[in-house]
C-alpha cells in the first residue's frame, strides 16, 4: 500500500525567497506522483506529476520537483515565492489507480 | 484539458432534510470517479468510488445509507448526503480520471460547501 508524508504542516516564506514543500512516499510498485494546490473553497489543481522518465518535472506557476527514489522524496520547488503561491499543497501518491495524499502543507508568503 | 464540473459550489440545509450534489465530466468520458470529504485544514479524505452502471465502493466507516452515490451515465456522479446533521457539515470534493491509466492523475471538481443548520 502507498502513503504520503509531507513534512511541514505550514510553511512560511517572505516574498522572492525559495519555496521548498517536502514529500516523502512509500508504494510497493513504480509510483505515481503528484503534487496538487488548493486554494480556499475550491478544488485541487495540477501543479505537476512524475510518471517516467526524467526525474525533474516541470509545473505550472514556476513550480518543479525532483523524483528521487533513494530518498523516496519528492519535493516541490519553487526559486522566488510569490504572494499569489499562498495556497494549501498536496503532495499524492498514485499505485493502483488509487490515489492518496498527504496531509497538505499551507504556504503563507510574507510581503 | 479535461474538465470536472461540480455543482452546487454550496449548500445550506436544514438539520433532517437530504442534499445532493453533482459532479460531471464536461469532455471526457469517466467509469469511475471518486468522492472527498474534507475537514477545515485537513486533507482530502477518500469517501467512496463511484462506478458507472454498479455500485459504489466505500471506503471503511462511511456510511453508505448515509452517503448515497449514483452513478448512472459516463458523465455524472452524484452523492446524496441524507437526513443530514450539523455533523455532516463539510467540503466535499468530486474527481474522475480522464484516462485509462493512473498516469492521468484525476481532475477534480471545485467542491460543494455543505452548512447543516
Known amino acids: 500500500a502507498q502513503s504520503v508524508t509531507q513534512l511541514g504542516s505550514h510553511v512560511s516564506v517572505s516574498e522572492g525567497a525559495l519555496v521548498l514543500l517536502r514529500c516523502n512516499y512509500s508504494s510497493s510498485v513504480p509510483p505515481y506522483l503528484f503534487w496538487y494546490v488548493q486554494y480556499p473553497n475550491q478544488g485541487l489543481q495540477l501543479l505537476l506529476k512524475?510518471?517516467?522518465?526524467?526525474?525533474l518535472v516541470k509545473g505550472i506557476n514556476g513550480f518543479e520537483a525532483e523524483f528521487k527514489k533513494s530518498e523516496t522524496s519528492f519535493h516541490l520547488t519553487k526559486p522566488s515565492a510569490h504572494m499569489s503561491d499562498a495556497a494549501e499543497y498536496f503532495c499524492a501518491v498514485s499505485e493502483n489507480n488509487d490515489m492518496r495524499f498527504g496531509a497538505g502543507t499551507r504556504l503563507t508568503v510574507k510581503p | 484539458g479535461a474538465v470536472v464540473s461540480q455543482h452546487p459550489s454550496w449548500v445550506i440545509c436544514k438539520s433532517g432534510t437530504s442534499v445532493k450534489i453533482e459532479c460531471r465530466s464536461l469532455d471526457f468520458q469517466a467509469t469511475t470517479m471518486f468522492w472527498y470529504r474534507q475537514f477545515p485544514k485537513q486533507s482530502l479524505m477518500l469517501m467512496a468510488t463511484s462506478n458507472e452502471g454498479s455500485k459504489a465502493t466505500y471506503e471503511q466507516g462511511v456510511e453508505k445509507d448515509k452517503f448515497l452515490i449514483n452513478h448512472a451515465s459516463l458523465t455524472l456522479s452524484t452523492l446524496t448526503v441524507t437526513s443530514a446533521h450539523p455533523e455532516d457539515s463539510s467540503f466535499y470534493i468530486c474527481?474522475?480520471?480522464?484516462?485509462?491509466?493512473?498516469?492521468?492523475?484525476?481532475?477534480f471538481g471545485s467542491g460543494t460547501r455543505l452548512t447543516v443548520v
Open positions: 512524475y510518471t517516467t522518465g526524467a526525474t
Open positions: 474527481s474522475a480520471q480522464p484516462g485509462q491509466h493512473r498516469a492521468y492523475g484525476y481532475t
